[in-house]
């Protein structure tokens, strides 16, 4: 009781303290929705998947311009308790990389920039990478380059617009002196995601930069940026046609620097609507430093509506030679072109089955083309597996099995005549067989992107977890982390009473159960009733009995016998599918939280609905509607009375909770958010007593009184999102699953 009184006396508290909202939109005194808060249905997620952008945005309003970094400055002047977080890992695994550089003045020494985990360096040849990026900044990565004196630039802002995680906006261009040592602000802080930079080899100080704009809102610094004085000053010398339209891609002809080429692309994302075309969208060039530039035709497609993302690549050898590849809105491919006179026609060459099917239905997610700077006819093309071409574009092969898949970034080292290094969404590679194979991975890459975690109270050392485009990967059964289901990586789970029985899924509820901790995996997805499923699927054992598990499709699915056999508990807790007829599996259940009492299980998903059920789905109640994406439900397994709701959504200005609390049952809630900074929360754990700990865009944050005050938990963590957290009240830890630098540990009370 005492207990109770404690934590009312706080939600009270809160309340009179101003910017919390008690919501009972079922019960008494509820108000009525207001027109400009009715949520519009949304596209379902994409593949890969787009759920990450999806759950981050509220009623059909986009991100703000400069959200993440407002609150990464607010969240850092918190106060941080607790001790220092440890790396756990993997180092061995890597994580999508979205661009590479070359040391002029340094051998062996690249860079790599992490696509939501910082720059990243390697001085022996690509084996081992180390951070050359401050803990403390944005971890977000579109660009790294070199100048010829040495100087190396970050472009923060990742311009891939979706696959599965988010494309988090960076805060401009940087500069190092000292190999990534210590950085400096280069401004064009409103560039949202940088594209590339490209310095002039004759002239350190002339620098161009591709400037894509934000994904979410028009306008702020988008197109191609000049500046003469070293990045003191800039100009933008070419602008989209409209306030979507920003810059991928910029070359400086390495005959004439005075020739120029660039890439623009029309490109949106709002809940309801995905644009990756448009009429903005093609190949231009300046034969004048950049005063004045010129949409190329001469054989391209005519700009449209369709023209989405294309992708650049310029011989060194024969500077004539280009070509490009055009992906569509109406499909993934427009075919593939190659010019022989600096762009002035354009062939289109055969679409031949690997170059085709190499882009799938995602080729937004590439838009890369490299050029052998030897062979003109010698080209590789970014795409689901790497495509290589030796007679100009007329034939390819494809690579698929000896690296991982989906590509970024290329690279030749000139002080080897056949080195390459090639950056996907596994990590890092160097071949010395000029990209045609003998491709050897990094051994050190510790940026792996983690959507979920598992622990167990009976071995600390046994974690394993879901990841981007890396499987589900585990701690044991090996000398290092290694996969033990494919797929991108989701949900996980160990049997708290016996942790050989282990689960896992990939994309859209394909899970698995296993009872020799992973070597064998059985497959009981198709076992529930589900008529659509989200990119996360949540399966969640209750609290009293982990036999007993629920399986969050549309409708809620029960198993009493660790997941051999399903039932359904509950019809269509959502609104139902979203309008896209491609992808139509938004209208699900996000999360599951089954209280102790064998009875209660609260649900909520992705249309911003909570419910509750308190005789195992005899019955349902709506308790909370017209929310933003609902990224947990968390209830007290002591007191099915005591729930937690968090909600992913970025409003700027806007009293919209992000943390509630009830004490009734979801009855009414109550805003708990305080003093945390206004980003996204990803997960809620309960600690000892009133203890609540949560996982957020940036970073893990602890209230010791049950919300209101919120601190920043620990040292060490980078600021990087946590998508998931896991409470071990046995070994007094926390467990934390980063998007970008895996996974870290902390010592708690």
């Keep these: 009781m005492a207990r109770r009184r404690t934590l009312s006396l706080i939600l009270a508290t809160t309340l009179l303290t101003g910017g919390t909202v008690a919501l009972s939109p079922t019960g008494a005194g509820a108000s009525p929705p207001r027109p400009e808060d009715e949520y519009r249905p949304v596209r379902g997620p994409s ?119 988010i494309t988090y906006e960076g805060t401009g261009l940087y500069a190092s002196r000292d190999g990534g040592r210590t950085w400096r602000s280069l401004g064009l802080r409103d560039s949202g995601a940088i594209g590339a930079i490209t310095v002039d080899p004759a002239d350190p100080k002339r620098i161009f930069v591709a400037a894509a704009g934000s994904l979410y809102n028009g306008g702020g610094e988008r197109g191609v940026y000049r500046s003469t004085d070293g990045g003191a000053t800039w100009q ?71 023209v989405g993302r294309i992708g650049l690549g310029q011989s060194a050898s024969d500077p004539d030679r280009l070509y490009a590849i055009v992906n569509s809105t109406a499909g993934p491919f427009a075919g593939f072109y190659g010019s022989g006179d600096g762009g002035d026609t354009w062939a289109r060459l055969p679409d031949t089955p690997e170059l085709t099917t190499s882009q799938s239905t995602f080729g937004w997610w590439f838009g890369k083309v490299w050029v052998d700077p030897d062979e003109p006819q010698h080209v590789h093309v970014a795409g689901v597996p790497l495509l290589t071409t030796k007679d100009g574009g007329r034939t390819w092969t494809a690579d698929s099995s000896s690296i991982h898949v989906d590509h970024h970034a290329m690279v030749w080292d000139r002080r080897y005549p056949q080195r390459v290094y090639l950056g996907n ?39 394993s977890g879901g990841t981007q485009d890396n499987g589900s990967l585990r701690s044991w059964g090996g000398p290092a982390f290694n996969e033990y289901l494919g797929g991108d990586g989701e949900e996980n789970l160990i049997d708290p009473t016996d942790k ?45 009995d982990p036999a007993v598990m629920y399986y969050g499709a549309n409708v809620l699915n029960r198993s009493t016998d660790g997941g051999r056999t399903w039932t359904a508990i509950s ?78 959504a970025y409003r700027s200005g806007s009293p919209q909770p992000y943390v509630l609390g009830s004490l009734d049952g979801g009855r009414h809630f109550h805003d708990l958010s305080g003093t945390l900074p206004k980003a996204p929360v990803n997960d809620l754990a309960i600690g000892k007593g009133l203890t609540l700990y949560v996982g957020t865009d940036q970073g893990v944050f602890v209230s010791p009184t049950g919300g209101g005050v919120w601190l920043r938990q620990g040292r060490g963590l980078p600021l990087v999102p946590v998508d998931d957290i896991e409470y071990d009240g046995t070994n007094h830890r926390l467990v934390a699953g980063t998007f970008g630098r895996g996974i870290y540990a902390v010592q708690v009370p």
Aim: aromatic share 10%.
């Design 236 to 306: 933008r010398v070419l602008t989209g046609t409209n306030e979507f339209t920003g810059a991928t891609e910029v070359l400086i002809d390495p005959r004439d620097a005075d020739r120029l080429y660039a890439v623009l692309w029309d490109h949106r994302r709002t809940p309801d609507l995905r644009t990756y075309g448009g009429v903005g969208s093609g190949i231009y060039r300046s034969t004048d430093g950049g005063a004045t530039w010129a949409r190329l035709a001469g054989g391209l497609p005519a700009a449209g509506p369709e």
């Design 47 to 165: 593949a890969p998947a787009e759920y990450r952008y999806l759950q981050k945005t509220v009623r059909g309003e986009a991100l703000p311009r400069h959200a993440y970094d407002t609150a990464a400055k607010a969240g850092a002047r918190l106060p941080a308790v607790g001790g220092r977080w440890t790396s756990v890992g993997p180092t061995n695994i890597g994580g999508r990389i979205t661009s590479l550089a070359l040391d002029p003045h340094r051998p062996d020494t690249v860079y790599a920039a992490a696509a939501s985990g910082g720059i990243w360096v390697s001085r022996d040849a690509g084996n081992r990478f180390e951070p050359a990026w401050p803990d403390g900044w944005t971890q977000a990565m579109g660009a790294v380059a070199t100048g010829p004196d040495g100087t190396l630039y970050a472009g923060t802002g990742e311009v891939n617009p979706g696959g599965g995680s």
């Design 500 to 544: 050989e029985n282990v689960y896992a899924c990939y994309q859209y509820g394909n899970c698995f159960f296993s009872t020799d901790g992973g070597e064998t995996m059985t497959y009981f997805g198709n076992r529930v009733t589900a008529a659509r499923r989200n990119w996360f699927t949540p399966v969640v054992f209750d609290p009293r």
């Design 425 to 463: 969404d596994g990590g890092t590679y160097r071949s010395d067989a000029d990209g045609d194979g003998g491709w050897v991975k990094a051994t050190h890459e510790p940026y792996t992107q983690f959507y979920s975690v598992a622990i167990t109270p009976q071995d600390v050392s046994r974690i």
């Design 571 to 648: 019809g269509d807790l959502t609104g139902g599918p979203g309008r896209d007829p491609i992808y139509t599996n938004y209208g699900t259940i996000t999360t599951v939280a089954p209280a102790g009492d064998g009875r209660t299980v609260y649900v909520g998903t992705d249309d911003g609905r909570v419910w509750v059920t308190r005789d195992l789905g005899g019955s349902w109640q709506l308790l909370l509607s017209g929310q933003p994406w609902v990224t947990r439900v968390v209830v007290d397994p002591g007191r099915a009375d005591r729930v937690y709701v968090t909600l992913s």
